[in-house]
Nanobody, 120 residues
Framework: QVQLVESGGGLVKAGESLRLSCAASGSIFRIDTMVWYRQAPGKEREFIAGISAGGSTNYADSVKGRFTISRDNAKNTVYLQMNRLKPEDTAIYYC??????????????WGQGTQVTVSS
């Protein structure tokens, strides 16, 4: 069984920074792409940033230049450094990972989400 656990959310003021973490645990053989999404109240879940196993990254236009995704493969953890936060960044942030478990096929797993609130 695989679990993804996010941490690092909180309440900050506009212009401040937060760093989110998402750690995968369980019977993990290999992790491919790891992705951060977010969902604001009344809106659909949207892609924020993704990183491949080799370290290639891509970002949504809304966060490009402010957010940085990274990963530590030894720790099965993905990070999201969020700088110059804006009130419109307020949302629940979710991580997603494509994981190959020992003796099984690839599957997508989701974390439970962590709340980020940015006040003006």
């Amino acid at each position: 069984q695989v679990q993804l656990v996010e941490s690092g959310g909180g309440l900050v003021k506009a212009g401040e920074s937060l760093r989110l973490s998402c750690a995968a645990s369980g019977s993990i053989f290999r992790i491919d792409t790891m992705v951060w999404y977010r969902q604001a109240p009344g809106k659909e879940r949207e892609f924020i940033a993704g990183i491949s196993a080799g370290g290639s990254t891509n970002y949504a236009d809304s966060v490009k230049g402010r957010f940085t995704i990274s990963r530590d493969n030894a720790k099965n953890t993905v990070y999201l450094q969020m700088n110059r936060l804006k009130p419109e960044d307020t949302a629940i942030y979710y991580c997603n990972a494509n994981i190959n478990t020992a003796g099984s096929s690839w599957a997508d797993y989701w974390g439970q989400g962590t709340q980020v609130t940015v006040s003006s």
